[in-house]
């Protein structure tokens, strides 16, 4: 197993990282289902989470942890039916990571 993560992009190093590090940085995706999603979502947007739709009643959180999610839900009285958290694959990281260096180039 490697050691450190080089991110090339263009053909310059973007990034280079121990995997522990990246890990930190790689951040999770909290997955809810709610009958209020769309005040959920305006909710969370307001505390600098990003939300992109995921299915009839469901949207995907980044920027937030579950625990965090859960208490703006409850602090606001919205109701949640299904919640859950999964961590970024290395994958997701890179083509996040290259995508962004290919919009500012």
């Keep these: 197993m490697a050691d450190r993560?080089?991110?090339?992009?263009?053909g310059k190093v973007v990034t280079e990282a121990s995997i522990a590090d990246i890990r930190r940085r790689v951040g999770s995706i909290v997955n809810v289902q709610s009958p209020r999603f769309d005040e959920l979502a305006r909710v969370v947007r307001g505390k600098g989470a990003t939300v992109e739709p995921a299915g009839p009643g469901r949207i995907r959180i980044?920027?937030?942890?579950?625990?965090?999610?859960?208490?703006?839900?409850a602090d606001h009285g919205i109701v949640v039916h299904w919640l859950d958290e999964q961590a970024q694959s290395l994958e997701e990281f890179y083509l996040s990571v290259a995508e962004q260096e290919f919009k500012a180039g």
């Design 5 to 10: 993560v080089v991110v090339l992009s263009r």
């Design 62 to 73: 980044a920027g937030l942890n579950r625990f965090e999610v859960g208490d703006l839900a």
